[in-house]
Every structure is written in structure tokens, then in C-alpha cells.
């Protein structure tokens, strides 16, 4: 499988120098602009998952490639990436201009709001990652980034939490450009189990080599973990999702089924015992009756 690229592996692939004044710091946040990197990169990025959190200005035609999705971009967009999502990107023009950000979760953690990263609804596993842009919004978020690259060279003692209020303005616009209803935030016990669920569901993932096994396999096995009885977990996914426990595990199965199958040359057994299937055959049943197709031809059509 694509591995996960580290914050050292980033700065050794873009043949860069980690910063000595951010290693000092608990975490990690650094800022650069595209075009001095693109070429080391000739304009692509691998499909792999990223140990940071990434927050990309966009200017010039490219595209994305998710395992589910590919996304075109002609001019300008804002792109949010995070570990638990891997993707790849490619510029398919020379005139590629932008800005971007990297940071850890673990610099992220010491904000004052309260709220981890990962639930801020940008980087929410299945929303929309990429928004474009006008004219007013790229001065916006350029004008932001700028402030976070002056601060960085600053000697203010407390430039970090400045920065981190730079972050979050960053996924404010992202989050204004999303449709209300995927803003709206219920409160009630339905929906914190719902959500509760999903974010156990895309912890499983990613599996490691082939020795390593899902850990939960069963709508069981997730109700226990969330000390539940199983029927109210799959009373809450139907009136939340519209859908069984049991169909949103196979769901999220079959899409690490298609990543493995793309992006490794584990054989098709090696991907079924990672997946929770004793037998092979029981997986290509599975992957078959979910996709129309074998895991064989599956790979076959890559």
C-alpha cells in the first residue's frame, strides 16, 4: 500500500531543511509557496496518506484524485487535506502558483477552541475537501497565509497561537463556501452516536502490511466499543444515514477493498485476511455483489 508520507519524509522529498526554530516547538507548522516547490515535485503528488494536516490555495489547472472521486480545478481553489483521506494531485499546466500550509495535530491540540481538528466539518471523511474560489476569497485567504508567513519570522512570543487563529479563519472560509446543511450541527444523543460511530469506523483505517487485521468487523463489535446495544446503534444509523450498521462497515471495507486494489501489489488473499475475511472467496463475493465486478477484473480495469 502508499505509505504514509511523514512530516521529515515532506521536507526529504521537497529536498528542504526542517526548520531548527520549529523543531523546537510541540508539534509542527511550516508555510511555503507553491512555486518553489513544484519543481521539485514536476507537478504531482503521490496517492498517499499524509501523517499532517495540510491547507492548500490553489491557483492554476490541476486536478485531485481521491479513491472515490476525481476533482477538477481550472483556476482557483481552496483544498483542505487531512491523514485519515489519501489523494494524489496533479497540475496539468505549467503556471502553477498557490500557497500552502502543513501542521501536526499535535500543534494544532494546544488552540483555545476547544475543538479537535478533525471535527471541523473540512476535514470531515466523505464531505467535500476542495471549494473554489473568486477573486475576493483568494485575496482573503493570500492575505491570510501572508500573515502567517510574517509571523513565522517573527520574534512575538506568542506567534504560534496567532497562528493556529490563522488556521482556524483558513477552514472558516472553507466552511462558508459548504452548503448549510452540511454546516448544521445537531445536539441531540442521535446524533453524537452517529458521529461517534463514523469517527470509530475511519479509525480502523489505514491497515498497515498484511499481518495487521481489521480490528472491528461487526455492527457488535462497534456497539460494544461504544457500550451501546447494537439494535439502538442500528436505530440511530437508519433515522441519521439511512442506512444499517452492517452496510456502512461493508461501504467503508469495499473502499479500502478499491484502495489496496489500486495502490499495492498486495495479492488478492493478503487483502482479504487484512480485511476480516477468513476465506478469499467470501471476500470476492462481497466485493462483487458491491461493485458488480471480481476483485480481479477490479484491478484489472486500473
Known amino acids: 500500500m502508499a505509505d504514509i508520507i511523514t512530516v521529515q519524509d515532506f521536507y526529504k522529498d521537497s529536498s528542504l531543511l526542517i526548520p531548527e526554530r520549529i523543531q523546537k516547538e510541540i508539534g509542527h507548522f511550516n508555510v511555503f509557496k507553491t512555486e518553489e516547490l513544484i519543481e521539485s515535485s514536476k507537478g504531482k503528488m503521490p496517492y498517499n496518506r499524509r501523517s499532517y494536516y495540510k491547507i492548500s490555495l490553489i491557483i492554476g489547472k490541476s486536478r485531485?484524485?481521491?479513491?472515490?472521486?476525481?476533482?477538477?480545478?481550472?483556476?482557483?481553489?481552496?483544498?483542505?487535506?487531512?491523514?485519515?483521506?489519501?489523494?494524489?494531485?496533479?497540475?496539468?499546466?505549467?503556471?502553477?502558483?498557490?500557497?500552502?500550509?502543513?501542521?501536526?495535530?499535535?500543534f494544532f491540540r494546544q488552540s483555545h477552541v476547544g475543538t479537535p481538528i478533525s471535527d471541523f466539518p473540512v476535514f470531515q471523511p466523505g464531505g467535500n475537501p476542495i471549494f473554489f474560489l473568486t477573486q475576493e476569497h483568494i485575496e482573503d485567504v493570500k492575505a491570510i497565509f501572508s500573515k502567517m508567513m510574517k509571523e513565522l519570522e517573527s520574534d512575538y512570543a506568542f506567534k504560534y497561537d496567532l497562528i493556529r487563529n490563522y488556521i482556524i479563519e483558513l477552514i472558516h472560509i472553507?466552511?462558508?463556501?459548504?452548503?448549510?446543511?452540511?454546516?448544521?450541527?445537531?445536539?441531540?444523543?442521535?446524533?453524537r452516536v452517529s458521529s461517534l460511530f463514523m469517527e470509530l469506523l475511519e479509525r480502523q483505517f489505514p491497515l498497515e502490511p498484511p499481518h495487521q487485521k481489521l480490528r472491528l468487523r461487526s455492527a457488535k463489535d462497534y456497539a460494544d466499543q461504544l457500550s451501546i446495544h447494537v439494535n439502538y446503534l442500528n436505530k440511530v444509523l437508519r433515522e441519521t444515514t439511512g442506512k444499517t450498521t452492517t452496510a456502512l462497515i461493508l461501504e467503508r471495507i469495499v473502499l479500502e477493498a478499491k484502495i489496496l486494489l489500486k495502490h499495492t501489489d498486495w495479492n488478492i488473499s493478503e487483502i482479504a485476511y487484512c480485511l476480516g475475511f477468513e476465506e478469499a472467496?467470501?471476500?470476492?463475493?462481497?466485493f462483487k455483489k458491491q461493485t458488480s465486478l471480481t476483485p480481479k477484473l477490479f484491478r484489472a480495469q486500473i
Open 281 to 286: 472467496t467470501h471476500f470476492n463475493n462481497l
Open 174 to 191: 472553507g466552511q462558508k463556501l459548504q452548503p448549510v446543511s452540511g454546516l448544521h450541527v445537531e445536539t441531540n444523543a442521535m446524533r
Open 64 to 106: 485531485a484524485e481521491y479513491a472515490d472521486k476525481v476533482i477538477e480545478i481550472e483556476e482557483n481553489a481552496l483544498l483542505f487535506a487531512t491523514p485519515q483521506i489519501p489523494y494524489n494531485y496533479h497540475a496539468l499546466t505549467e503556471r502553477q502558483s498557490g500557497i500552502f500550509c502543513i501542521f501536526s495535530e499535535e
